[in-house]
């Protein structure tokens, strides 16, 4: 079964600088997609950045890029110039491309930013 | 367009009583459609997906049952509510294969009392 696992409930940043959030997955399949998302307090489920799992470059999207280890089975997040704004629920999510369909998510990493 | 429709927003339930929660959603033909909870601080737990009409791939064994009458209605039931199924309720679709990711609901906010 494919599984999703945060390990920082919680995580804190300056404003300005720069956060790495973490994510591993477990998968025996080998096409899939990968995700971040962000919930704010307001808990709509906002799509920060996606990795294609065939895809070996690092999606980059702004501020936010990631860092994407097939192998490892490892995917995180840096976001970088942190604004107020980004200060959210952050979840790494895994979805199987051309099986299942299924899409899990992991159990989220909650990012302060400090002013 | 495409768009996803969650209702209701906030609802509050004794214990015992039964539950349906519907999601629609407009603009696509046999989409792929998500229920997840989310208890209070907590991550999302999926409890039922589908990829056709009838068809319903459950992930947690409890009291709750999803179904999917119509190509896009997708209704989360329970016949007896439990204390413990109290929590945020999302549905998520995924239109149709060009999308890689899923879009969400507003969401329902359950508390059984």
């Known amino acids: 079964a494919q599984t999703v696992t945060q390990s920082q409930p919680e995580m804190s940043v300056q404003e300005a600088e720069t956060v790495t959030l973490s994510c591993t997955y477990d998968t025996s399949e080998s096409d899939y997609y990968l995700f971040w998302y962000k919930q704010p307090p307001s808990r709509q489920m906002i799509l920060v950045i996606r990795?294609?799992?065939?895809?070996?470059q690092n999606a980059t999207e702004n501020r936010f890029s990631v860092n994407f280890q097939k192998a490892a089975k490892s995917f995180s997040l840096k976001i970088s110039d942190s604004q107020l704004g980004d200060a959210a629920m952050y979840f790494c999510a895994y979805r199987s491309r051309g099986g299942s369909e299924k899409l899990v998510f992991g159990k989220g990493t909650k990012l302060t930013v400090n002013p | 367009s495409q768009t996803i429709h969650q209702w209701p927003a906030t609802l509050v339930q004794p214990v015992g009583s039964p539950l349906s929660l519907e999601c629609t959603v407009e603009g696509t033909s046999n989409p792929n459609l998500y229920w997840y909870r989310q208890a209070a601080g907590r991550g999302l737990q999926l409890l039922f997906y589908?990829?056709?009409?009838?068809?319903i791939s459950s992930e947690v064994p409890q009291n709750l049952s999803a179904s999917r009458p119509q190509d896009r209605q997708f209704i989360l039931s329970s016949k007896k509510l439990l204390l413990s199924d109290s929590g945020f309720y999302l549905c998520?679709?995924?239109?149709?294969?060009?999308?890689?990711?899923?879009?969400f609901g507003q969401g329902t906010r359950l508390t059984v009392v």
């Open positions: 998520a679709w995924i239109p149709d294969p060009q999308y890689t990711e899923a879009f």
């Open positions: 990795q294609e799992a065939y895809k070996q």
């Open positions: 589908s990829v056709g009409i009838g068809q």
